[in-house]
Each structure stands twice: as C-alpha cells, then as structure tokens.
C-alpha cells in the first residue's frame, strides 16, 4: 500500500524557514512523481512543488519560486521541501502527494496518493 507521511511543519516567524519531510513507502519510489500541494484556511487545494523521482526535473508554483527549494533522496525514499523567506500567506496544511507519472500537470491538478498533512503557521 502507498503511504505518504509527512514531517517538519510548525509555527515560525515571517522570513524564517522550515525544511518538510515526505516519507514514502509501498511503491516503487523512483518511478514516481513526488509532489507538495497546500491548503489554506477556507481555501482550496494548491499545488507548491513537484520533483521526478527518476530524473529530477521539478516543478514550481509562481508563488514559492526563488523561496522553496525540492528535493529527494532515493536511497531514503525521502522528499524534501526547504522554505525559505516564509510569508503569512504561506501558512497552511501541506500534503505530500504522489503520482505514478510526472508531468507540471498533475503538480498543478492533483495526484493520485495522499499523506495526511502537516500544519505550517507563519506569524507575521
């Protein structure tokens, strides 16, 4: 079974940083897509950031570009989403997401398997 777990939010300060963790287990880690999506408060959805598994490439929304770094570890069967110069605005439930193939699509829209989320609270 996949299974996504997430790691790493909190409560910080405008212009500080969080690294989230994404633990992947049940599939075949390199042969997929790994994503970040957020929720905030009486919003909808967002999709953050994206990475292949298998050849790296990513995916970044307008918003975070220049701020939120991803990355994966194979070998952990990890993903990693370092936000740096965090904003009020980015306060919200991130989702570690994955997909069975990559593409900028499904980094906006949605993927196929979910965790559960992890709060991030950034004060002003």
Request: charged share 20%.
């Amino acid at each position: 079974e996949v299974q996504l777990v997430e790691s790493g939010g909190g409560l910080v300060q405008a212009g500080g940083s969080l690294r989230l963790s994404c633990a992947a287990s049940g599939f075949t880690f390199d042969d997929y897509a790994i994503g970040w999506f957020r929720q905030a408060p009486g919003k909808g959805r967002e999709g953050v950031s994206c990475i292949s598994s298998s050849d790296g490439s990513t995916y970044y929304a307008d918003s975070v570009k220049g701020r939120f770094t991803i990355s994966s570890d194979n070998a952990k069967n990890t993903v990693y989403l370092q936000m740096n110069s965090l904003k009020p605005e980015d306060t919200a439930v991130y989702f570690c997401a994955a997909d069975r193939y990559y593409s900028d699509y499904v980094c906006i829209v949605g993927m196929d398997y979910w965790g559960k989320g992890t709060l991030v609270t950034v004060s002003s």
